[in-house]
């Protein structure tokens, strides 16, 4: 099975595995609040996880449990061995196929299946659909947490996956690295909402987040369809690419595309431009490119 047939579950699907003890499903939901020019307020929704969420669900959250707060900006990548030890306190090892599951906050619940594979989680999928789908569909729900034994979750990571702020600048001059930008075409070419300064980093094509997939479950587009949006971005002109966005969750849903479609030199700057702008000499351009 390749990565585009094997990275969305339905959820016909799921509910029919529920009790597969080879099955560990993980409750992503965050809330939203756009902050401009910092970062967004990406909130927990544990309390709505713990009035309601999936039979056998655990919870975790992007920011809170999931980035590192002591990181050089915000939403810095949590680092392996901790990923590592928080799956295995919940008593999740990888052997085991981890379902993630969020709300209409896509780009959310595509950082967190990052992170997870970052960290060298095997086999992590996605819920086509989201929680609120899920319900409306009548499928069962609890508020019953679960419990099971810690257990050791024994990974490697991928560190290959992080592009830091030198690679990028690296790349900017160099013709075989394309640069990602996953933000709206709008803060692509310099208008709406930006990160400390508008724009993009030089040499940059666009592929905008919401463009590779269905804005209604958080599903990739069609794989022709995919193709057909990064080879028109300018995409299949490199031999690397590098996602990026504001602060890296935007540059997760293109990441998962990219992947998706097989490609293997892949990376995500994970600090993106809320890294990049705060660096005065960094460069910038607007308009149409």
Not at 130 to 144: C, I, M
Not at 175 to 180: D, E, F, K, R
Not at 192 to 216: E, L, N, T
């Amino acid at each position: 099975m390749d990565n585009y047939s094997r990275t969305f579950v339905s959820p016909s699907w799921l509910e029919d595995h529920l009790a597969d003890p080879q099955l560990a499903i993980i409750d992503v939901r965050a809330g939203f609040r756009p902050q401009p020019p910092g970062p967004s307020d990406f909130f927990s929704m544990r309390t709505d996880y713990d009035k309601a969420h999936i039979p056998g669900a655990h919870y975790l959250h992007m920011v809170d449990d999931l980035s590192d707060p002591a990181g050089p900006f915000p939403f810095a990548a949590l680092a392996a061995t901790n990923v590592h030890a928080l799956l295995g306190a919940m008593g999740i090892s990888n052997d085991q196929t981890l379902v993630l599951y969020g709300t209409n906050t896509h780009v959310v619940t595509h950082r967190c299946w990052w992170s997870l594979r970052q960290a060298g989680a095997n086999d992590v999928r996605l819920l086509n659909g989201t929680y609120d789908l899920w319900v409306q569909a009548g499928r069962p729900v609890t508020d019953v947490v679960p419990d099971r034994s810690p257990c050791a979750f024994e990974a490697s990571e991928i560190p290959e996956w992080i592009a830091d702020k030198e690679a990028v600048t690296t790349a900017v001059d160099d013709p075989a690295v394309g640069l990602v930008n996953a933000l709206s075409r709008e803060q692509f070419e310099g208008d709406g909402q930006h990160y400390g300064r508008p724009g993009r980093i030089p040499g940059s094509v666009s592929v905008p987040a919401m463009s590779v997939i269905d804005p209604s479950t958080g599903a990739l587009r069609e794989r022709s369809e995919l193709q057909t949006v990064f080879r028109d971005a300018g995409a299949d002109e490199f031999k690397r690419l590098i996602t990026y966005c504001g602060g890296g969750i935007a540059a997760s849903t293109a990441f998962l595309a990219l992947d998706a479609l097989g490609y293997k030199n892949i990376s995500l700057y994970d600090g993106s431009l809320l890294e990049w702008t705060k660096d005065p000499q960094a460069r910038l351009d607007v308009g149409p490119g």
